[in-house]
C-alpha cells in the first residue's frame, strides 16, 4: 500500500516526464522524416520543365548504354570500353534524357502522342520496329517470346531459367519504352520537318539565287592599316555596346584551374631491372616443355598455340622465323618501351583463314537436348538444309539469323574455341560436319572454304613491359606533394614550377567537361573544380598515368560575362567599326573613279574574284566575306561601288561581267540543295526548344 501510495503522490511528475519523452519521440521521427524528404529533394540529376530524374533512374539508363557499348567493343574490336569512356555514356545518357523529355512536352503541346494500338501494332504487329526485327528471325518467334518471357506460369522452368526470363521481361519493357519515345520523336520531328518543307517559290527563289554568277575586279584597304593608338574609344562606348549586344555576353558557368601534370614514367633503374629480369628467365624461356604454363606468370604478351601467318608478321618477327630452325630463341631486345624476346615453337604450311558455318547448343545440356544435338546432327551428315536448321536451332542468335555463317576466320579466331576446332579448320581437309566442344557450347560445325596453304609460324614471345617501381611511384609522388607543401598560394604555385622542374598549365572547364588538357578523362577533376573554393589546392589525383595538382584560379556562375571580362571583345569591335568609318571617310574624300584609282586611293592593288553567286559561302583568297557577296551580286555591270565593310577590311569593287544560267529549273535538285539546309535547321530546331526549356543539371554533385 505504502508503495501503491508513492506513486499517486508522483503520479503528476511521471506524467510530465512521460509527456517529455513522447514529446522527444516525435521530434526526432520528424526531424528524421525531414532529413529523409530533404535528401529525396535533392536526389535529381536533372529536371527539365519540373520533370526529375533521380539518381537511380539515370544510374539505370547508364549501365544500360554500358553493357550496349561494352557488348560492341567486345564484338567490333575484341577489347573493352576504352579508358576514360564511362564519362562519355553518362554525357551521351544526359543529352538523350534532356532531347527525349524536350521533345515529349512540345509534342504534348501539339496533341501528338503514340496510342496503346500503335505501340503494339510496332511491336507485335504488322509495322514492327526495326529495332525489335533485328532481334528475331521470324515473327512467330517474336511472339513465341513474348508467350514465354509474359507467361504467368513459371514453376515448369528451373530457377535460374526463372531468373533470366525475369530478365529478358525487363529488358523487353525498357525496349517498349525507347520504341516509344522514338516513335514519338520521329512523329514530332517529322511535322516539324512538314512545317519546313519548300514550296514552289521557295525552290524558285532558292535557283535565282543560285543562276546568276558576277566576276568583279575589288581592293582592299585592312583595318590594320589604321593603327590602334590613332581610334579612340570611351568607356561610355564600352558600356553602350555592351548593353547592346548583352546577349551575345551570356556564358555558362564556369572554373579556371592552374594545374601541375607529372608523368608517372620509368626511372633508369626500372629499365636496368627489367633487362636484368628478362635476363634471368632466358635459360627457361629457351628450355621449357609447358610453354603456356612458363608464360602465364611472366610476360605481358598472351601466348596462344596458333600459327599465324609469316607474311604477317612484323619485321623483326619474320626475320627471326625466315631465318631460324624451331626451337631456337631471340633477344632479348628493346623496342616499344619493352624487352622482348622470341622462340620459334613450331612451322608448318596451312590455310590463311577459312569459311566455316555453325550451329551452336549449351554447354551443359540436358538428356532431352543432347538427344536433340544428335537428331539435327544425323540430319545435317544426310544433306539436311544448314541454314534453315541454324536459324530454327542455334543458340548463337547473330550467327543463326545468318545461317549459321561466321564467315572467314583465321588461326587466332580459331583457337578461341579450342584445340579441336582449330584441327578441323586448319589441320584437316574435311568438310564434313563435325560435332564439336568448346568454351562457350556445342557446336556442328562444318568448313566451307579454304584460302590457298601458306607459310605459317607459332612463335613464343616474352615480353616485359618496362614500369615505374614502387620506388619511382613514391619518388614522382613525393616530389609533387613536397612542391605543393611549399606552394600554398596561387602566385607562389605559379611561379615556382620552372625551378623545380615542372609546368603550370591552365584550363578552363565547363560542367558537362569530360577531357582537358592531355586527359581523356578528367571528370573527377571537374568535379572537383566546382565543388572547390578558389585558390585552395586539390588533392593529389592518379589519373592516366599522371599525378596531377590543381588550383582554381577563377570562379564564373551562370549569367553574363561582366563588362570588364567582355571588354577586350567590345574594343576590337568597336575599333574594327571605327577604323571601316575613318577608312571610308577618307574614300569618300578622295572620291575616286574607278577600281584602279580606288585600289590606289586604297595603298592597296586590284585583284579579281570569279564565279560568285548570292549562294557563294566563301571567296578565294579572302573567305567569308558575306556583306560583299550581297552587294556585288546586286550591283550594276561597269560602275565602281562601295565602300564595304568587311571581315577582314573595307572593299571597293566593281562588276566585270554577269551570267544568268538558261537551263530551266530543276525542281528535284533544288528540293535536294533545300532539304539539306533545312536538316540542318532541325538540329538548330532542336537546340532552340532545349534553350527555351527549364533545364536544372546537377550531373556535377553526383558524377
Same mark, same amino acid.
Given at each position: 500500500?505504502?508503495?501503491?501510495?508513492?506513486?499517486?503522490?508522483?503520479?503528476?511528475?511521471?506524467?510530465?516526464?512521460?509527456?517529455?519523452?513522447?514529446?522527444?519521440?516525435?521530434?526526432?521521427?520528424?526531424?528524421?522524416?525531414?532529413?529523409?524528404?530533404?535528401?529525396?529533394?535533392?536526389?535529381?540529376?536533372?529536371?527539365?520543365?519540373?520533370?526529375?530524374?533521380?539518381?537511380?533512374?539515370?544510374?539505370?539508363?547508364?549501365?544500360?548504354?554500358?553493357?550496349?557499348?561494352?557488348?560492341?567493343?567486345?564484338?567490333?574490336?575484341?577489347?573493352?570500353?576504352?579508358?576514360?569512356?564511362?564519362?562519355?555514356?553518362?554525357?551521351?545518357?544526359?543529352?538523350?534524357?534532356?532531347?527525349?523529355?524536350?521533345?515529349?512536352?512540345?509534342?504534348?503541346?501539339?496533341?501528338?502522342? #503514340?496510342?496503346?494500338?500503335?505501340?503494339?501494332?510496332?511491336?507485335?504487329?504488322?509495322?514492327?520496329?526495326?529495332?525489335?526485327?533485328?532481334?528475331?528471325?521470324?515473327?512467330?518467334?517474336?511472339?513465341?517470346?513474348?508467350?514465354?518471357?509474359?507467361?504467368?506460369?513459371?514453376?515448369?522452368?528451373?530457377?535460374?531459367?526463372?531468373?533470366?526470363?525475369?530478365?529478358?521481361?525487363?529488358?523487353?519493357?525498357?525496349?517498349?519504352?525507347?520504341?516509344?519515345?522514338?516513335?514519338? =520523336?520521329?512523329?514530332?520531328?517529322?511535322?516539324?520537318?512538314?512545317?519546313?518543307?519548300?514550296?514552289?517559290?521557295?525552290?524558285?527563289?532558292?535557283?535565282?539565287?543560285?543562276?546568276?554568277?558576277?566576276?568583279?575586279?575589288?581592293?582592299?584597304?585592312?583595318?590594320?592599316?589604321?593603327?590602334?593608338?590613332?581610334?579612340?574609344?570611351?568607356?561610355?562606348?564600352?558600356?553602350?555596346?555592351?548593353?547592346?549586344?548583352?546577349?551575345?555576353?551570356?556564358?555558362?558557368?564556369?572554373?579556371?584551374?592552374?594545374?601541375?601534370?607529372?608523368?608517372? #614514367?620509368?626511372?633508369?633503374?626500372?629499365?636496368?631491372?627489367?633487362?636484368?629480369?628478362?635476363?634471368?628467365?632466358?635459360?627457361?624461356?629457351?628450355?621449357?616443355?609447358?610453354?603456356?604454363?612458363?608464360?602465364?606468370?611472366?610476360?605481358?604478351?598472351?601466348?596462344?598455340?596458333?600459327?599465324?601467318?609469316?607474311?604477317?608478321?612484323?619485321?623483326?618477327?619474320?626475320?627471326? #622465323?625466315?631465318?631460324?630452325?624451331?626451337?631456337?630463341?631471340?633477344?632479348?631486345?628493346?623496342?616499344?618501351?619493352?624487352?622482348?624476346?622470341?622462340?620459334?615453337?613450331?612451322?608448318?604450311?596451312?590455310?590463311?583463314?577459312?569459311?566455316?558455318?555453325?550451329?551452336?547448343?549449351?554447354?551443359?545440356?540436358?538428356?532431352?537436348?543432347?538427344?536433340?544435338?544428335? =537428331?539435327?546432327?544425323?540430319?545435317?551428315?544426310?544433306?539436311?538444309?544448314?541454314?534453315?536448321?541454324?536459324?530454327?536451332?542455334?543458340?548463337?542468335?547473330?550467327?543463326?539469323?545468318?545461317?549459321?555463317?561466321?564467315?572467314?576466320?583465321?588461326?587466332?579466331?580459331?583457337?578461341?574455341?579450342?584445340?579441336?576446332?582449330?584441327?578441323?579448320?586448319?589441320?584437316?581437309?574435311?568438310?564434313?560436319?563435325?560435332?564439336?566442344?568448346?568454351?562457350?557450347?556445342?557446336?556442328?560445325?562444318?568448313?566451307?572454304?579454304?584460302?590457298?596453304?601458306?607459310?605459317?609460324?607459332?612463335?613464343?614471345?616474352?615480353?616485359?613491359?618496362?614500369?615505374?617501381?614502387?620506388?619511382?611511384?613514391?619518388?614522382?609522388?613525393?616530389?609533387?606533394?613536397?612542391?605543393?607543401?611549399?606552394?600554398?598560394?596561387?602566385?607562389?604555385?605559379?611561379?615556382?614550377?620552372?625551378?623545380?622542374?615542372?609546368?603550370?598549365?591552365?584550363?578552363?572547364?565547363?560542367?558537362?567537361?569530360?577531357?582537358?588538357?592531355?586527359?581523356?578523362?578528367?571528370?573527377?577533376?571537374?568535379?572537383?573544380?566546382?565543388?572547390?573554393?578558389?585558390?585552395?589546392?586539390?588533392?593529389?589525383?592518379?589519373?592516366?598515368?599522371?599525378?596531377?595538382?590543381?588550383?582554381?584560379?577563377?570562379?564564373?556562375?551562370?549569367?553574363?560575362?561582366?563588362?570588364?571580362?567582355?571588354?577586350?571583345?567590345?574594343?576590337?569591335?568597336?575599333?574594327?567599326?571605327?577604323?571601316?568609318?575613318?577608312?571610308?571617310?577618307?574614300?569618300?574624300?578622295?572620291?575616286?573613279?574607278?577600281?584602279?584609282?580606288?585600289?590606289?586611293?586604297?595603298?592597296?592593288?586590284?585583284?579579281?574574284?570569279?564565279?560568285?553567286?548570292?549562294?557563294?559561302?566563301?571567296?578565294?583568297?579572302?573567305?567569308?566575306?558575306?556583306?560583299?557577296?550581297?552587294?556585288?551580286?546586286?550591283?550594276?555591270?561597269?560602275?565602281?561601288?562601295?565602300?564595304?565593310?568587311?571581315?577582314?577590311?573595307?572593299?571597293?569593287?566593281?562588276?566585270?561581267?554577269?551570267?544568268?544560267?538558261?537551263?530551266?529549273?530543276?525542281?528535284?535538285?533544288?528540293?535536294?540543295?533545300?532539304?539539306?539546309?533545312?536538316?540542318?535547321?532541325?538540329?538548330?530546331?532542336?537546340?532552340?526548344?532545349?534553350?527555351?526549356?527549364?533545364?536544372?543539371?546537377?550531373?556535377?554533385?553526383?558524377?
Amino acid at each position: 500500500m505504502a508503495t501503491l501510495q508513492k506513486i499517486r503522490n508522483k503520479a503528476g511528475l511521471l506524467v510530465i516526464v512521460i509527456g517529455i519523452a513522447l514529446l522527444a519521440f516525435i521530434i526526432g521521427d520528424f526531424l528524421n522524416s525531414g532529413q529523409a524528404f530533404f535528401r529525396m529533394s535533392q536526389d535529381k540529376v536533372v529536371v527539365v520543365n519540373g520533370k526529375k530524374v533521380t539518381t537511380q533512374e539515370f544510374s539505370e539508363l547508364v549501365n544500360r548504354r554500358t553493357e550496349e557499348m561494352q557488348a560492341m567493343f567486345r564484338q567490333q574490336y575484341g577489347m573493352s570500353l576504352p579508358e576514360g569512356y564511362s564519362a562519355r555514356i553518362n554525357k551521351e545518357v544526359f543529352d538523350q534524357i534532356v532531347r527525349e523529355m524536350v521533345i515529349s512536352d512540345a509534342a504534348a503541346q501539339v496533341g501528338i502522342k #503514340v496510342s496503346k494500338e500503335e505501340l503494339t501494332d510496332m511491336l507485335q504487329g504488322d509495322h514492327i520496329a526495326p529495332q525489335v526485327q533485328q532481334m528475331f528471325s521470324s515473327k512467330a518467334e517474336l511472339l513465341n517470346f513474348l508467350q514465354v518471357i509474359f507467361s504467368d506460369d513459371l514453376s515448369q522452368y528451373p530457377d535460374n531459367v526463372v531468373e533470366q526470363i525475369m530478365d529478358y521481361r525487363t529488358k523487353w519493357i525498357n525496349l517498349e519504352q525507347d520504341v516509344k519515345k522514338q516513335r514519338l =520523336s520521329e512523329k514530332y520531328l517529322g511535322l516539324v520537318l512538314k512545317t519546313m518543307a519548300p514550296n514552289k517559290y521557295d525552290l524558285q527563289a532558292s535557283y535565282e539565287n543560285g543562276r546568276k554568277s558576277v566576276a568583279f575586279n575589288y581592293a582592299l584597304q585592312p583595318y590594320s592599316s589604321v593603327a590602334d593608338k590613332d581610334i579612340t574609344i570611351s568607356n561610355e562606348e564600352l558600356t553602350a555596346a555592351y548593353n547592346k549586344n548583352k546577349e551575345r555576353y551570356k556564358q555558362d558557368a564556369h572554373r579556371t584551374i592552374k594545374y601541375i601534370a607529372v608523368d608517372i #614514367v620509368p626511372s633508369e633503374a626500372d629499365y636496368k631491372t627489367t633487362e636484368e629480369k628478362i635476363n634471368a628467365l632466358r635459360e627457361t624461356f629457351s628450355s621449357t616443355k609447358d610453354m603456356g604454363g612458363f608464360l602465364t606468370f611472366n610476360t605481358d604478351v598472351p601466348y596462344t598455340e596458333a600459327y599465324v601467318a609469316v607474311a604477317s608478321m612484323d619485321e623483326e618477327m619474320k626475320n627471326f #622465323v625466315q631465318k631460324s630452325p624451331v626451337g631456337d630463341v631471340y633477344g632479348p631486345f628493346f623496342e616499344d618501351e619493352s624487352y622482348k624476346m622470341y622462340r620459334l615453337m613450331g612451322k608448318h604450311n596451312a590455310p590463311d583463314s577459312v569459311k566455316v558455318r555453325h550451329i551452336m547448343f549449351p554447354l551443359n545440356s540436358d538428356a532431352d537436348m543432347n538427344a536433340r544435338i544428335d =537428331s539435327i546432327y544425323t540430319v545435317l551428315k544426310n544433306g539436311g538444309n544448314f541454314a534453315e536448321m541454324a536459324s530454327r536451332f542455334s543458340a548463337e542468335r547473330n550467327s543463326g539469323a545468318n545461317g549459321g555463317e561466321i564467315g572467314w576466320v583465321s588461326e587466332i579466331d580459331a583457337i578461341q574455341f579450342g584445340k579441336e576446332f582449330n584441327d578441323l579448320c586448319f589441320n584437316s581437309n574435311s568438310k564434313s560436319v563435325a560435332r564439336i566442344e568448346s568454351p562457350y557450347g556445342i557446336h556442328l560445325v562444318q568448313v566451307t572454304e579454304r584460302k590457298a596453304p601458306v607459310a605459317k609460324a607459332n612463335v613464343a614471345q616474352l615480353v616485359m613491359n618496362v614500369r615505374p617501381s614502387s620506388d619511382t611511384y613514391s619518388e614522382l609522388y613525393n616530389k609533387v606533394s613536397q612542391y605543393i607543401a611549399n606552394n600554398t598560394k596561387l602566385a607562389d604555385f605559379e611561379a615556382n614550377a620552372t625551378s623545380n622542374g615542372l609546368q603550370v598549365n591552365t584550363a578552363t572547364l565547363t560542367p558537362d567537361e569530360i577531357s582537358f588538357g592531355t586527359l581523356n578523362d578528367g571528370r573527377s577533376v571537374v568535379r572537383w573544380a566546382f565543388n572547390a573554393k578558389k585558390e585552395v589546392l586539390s588533392e593529389i589525383f592518379n589519373l592516366e598515368n599522371k599525378f596531377l595538382v590543381a588550383m582554381v584560379s577563377n570562379i564564373a556562375e551562370e549569367g553574363y560575362m561582366p563588362q570588364t571580362a567582355a571588354e577586350p571583345y567590345l574594343r576590337q569591335e568597336l575599333l574594327r567599326d571605327k577604323k571601316a568609318e575613318k577608312i571610308m571617310a577618307d574614300l569618300k574624300a578622295k572620291n575616286p573613279s574607278n577600281i584602279e584609282a580606288a585600289a590606289q586611293a586604297m595603298n592597296s592593288k586590284v585583284e579579281e574574284a570569279k564565279f560568285i553567286t548570292f549562294n557563294t559561302s566563301s571567296i578565294a583568297g579572302l573567305g567569308s566575306e558575306s556583306a560583299l557577296i550581297g552587294a556585288a551580286t546586286s550591283a550594276a555591270k561597269g560602275q565602281l561601288a562601295g565602300p564595304v565593310a568587311g571581315n577582314r577590311g573595307v572593299y571597293m569593287f566593281a562588276v566585270t561581267s554577269q551570267e544568268n544560267n538558261t537551263e530551266p529549273i530543276d525542281a528535284a535538285a533544288e528540293a535536294e540543295k533545300y532539304n539539306q539546309k533545312v536538316y540542318l535547321l532541325l538540329n538548330q530546331f532542336i537546340s532552340v526548344l532545349e534553350e527555351n526549356s527549364d533545364i536544372e543539371d546537377n550531373r556535377i554533385k553526383f558524377y
